[in-house]
C-alpha cells in the first residue's frame, strides 16, 4: 500500500493543507525510510563545500523532505 493512499492533503493546492499532508506522509515515512547516517555526514561536507554549514540533523531532515516531494512528484506524475 502507498503511503499517498489516503493522503488527500498532499494534493491541495493550498500550503497550509499540504502541510498537513506532509506532516502525515512524514508519520508514515518514518516506517519505511530512514536516512543513512553514512550519507547524512557526507551531505555535511558537501553542504560545507558549497558554502553551507548545516548540522547533521538538518541534513538528515533534508533528505526525508526531498524524498517525500520526490514521492508526491512521482505519484502525481504517475497515478493522477
Excluded at 547516517?37 to 553542504?47: D, G, R, S, Y
Excluded at 541534513?59 to 526525508?64: E, G, L, Q, R, T
Aim: charged share 30%.
Amino acid at each position: 500500500m502507498s503511503v499517498m493512499t489516503g493522503n488527500k492533503q498532499i494534493f491541495s493546492p493550498r500550503k497550509e493543507v499540504r502541510v498537513k499532508g506532509y506532516k502525515k506522509l512524514f508519520k508514515k515515512q518514518g516506517d519505511y525510510y530512514d536516512p543513512p547516517k553514512k550519507i547524512v555526514k557526507e551531505l555535511v561536507v558537501a553542504m560545507a563545500a558549497l558554502g553551507f554549514e548545516i548540522s547533521e540533523s538538518e541534513a538528515s531532515a533534508y533528505m526525508k523532505s526531498s524524498y517525500a516531494v520526490f514521492d508526491r512528484d512521482y505519484f502525481m506524475r504517475t497515478r493522477r
